[in-house]
């Protein structure tokens, strides 16, 4: 099962706002409404900032949301601040057989 | 507090064998689906093993037939058995509570380093 596909990298300036891409196939991203996104610090765990294509955890920022098209789930951060630097991983359930996928991953840049 | 604790990690040769432990606390690992998720160095995350709460389990086909993931429900514990272990299996492992392709939590990982 390949990895579902994001850019490398994405930036931004503190205040605006971006959008991370997540594109997979109809095994995967477009057969079930079951993407999750991760916020990964270097040298830390990863972090849920949301489930189930658009829900926040508790205790996750509203300036957080998340949505799906197709094939493709996007993560779009509004007012970006510098700490939302860090790596970003979507995530689908695939199945039984392959159980979940992940993204290659995406550095976000806060300029 | 619900969280994980890992241990187990170190340096092994190629060809040996580690045995992975998460430690749970706030939850019952036995009422949830618990995975194990690597991440190679520089590399992005990899889904390596499931254990549901009925007791099936599911790899990834890069260590099917080489790791086994099990529980031990009286120490709310969860385990990653690694055998035949090489070089590309070198990774910080993580555990994590598993909602059906949402993870949270996730422990603090362990490194493992296969390596001669």
């Known amino acids: 099962q390949s990895a579902l596909t994001q850019p490398a990298s994405v930036s931004g300036s503190p205040g605006q706002s971006i959008t991370i891409s997540c594109t997979g196939t109809s095994s995967d991203v477009g057969s079930y409404n079951l993407v999750s996104w991760y916020q990964q610090h270097p040298g830390k765990a990863p972090k849920l900032m949301i489930y189930?294509?658009?829900k926040r955890p508790s205790g996750v920022s509203n300036r957080f949301s998340g949505s799906k098209s197709g094939n493709t789930a996007s993560l779009t951060i509004s007012g970006l601040q510098a700490e939302d630097e860090a790596d970003y991983y979507c995530c689908s359930y695939a199945g039984s057989s392959t159980h979940v996928v992940f993204g290659g991953g995406t550095k976000l840049t806060v300029l | 507090e619900v969280q994980l604790v890992e241990t187990g990690g170190g340096l092994i040769q190629p060809g040996g064998s580690l045995r992975l432990s998460c430690a749970a606390s706030?939850?019952?690992?036995?009422?949830?689906?618990m995975s194990w998720v690597r991440q190679a160095p520089g590399k992005g995350l990899e889904w390596v093993s499931v254990i549901y709460s009925g007791g099936s389990t599911y790899y990834a086909d890069s260590v099917k037939g080489r790791f086994t993931i099990s529980r031990d429900n009286s120490k709310n514990t969860l385990y990653l058995q690694m055998n035949s272990l090489r070089a590309e299996d070198t990774a910080v492992y993580y555990c994590?509570?598993?909602?059906?392709?949402?993870?949270?939590?996730w422990g603090q990982g362990t490194l493992v380093t296969v390596s001669s």
């Open positions: 994590a509570r598993e909602g059906l392709g949402q993870f949270d939590p």
């Open positions: 189930e294509v658009s």
């Open positions: 706030g939850f019952t690992v036995s009422s949830n689906y």
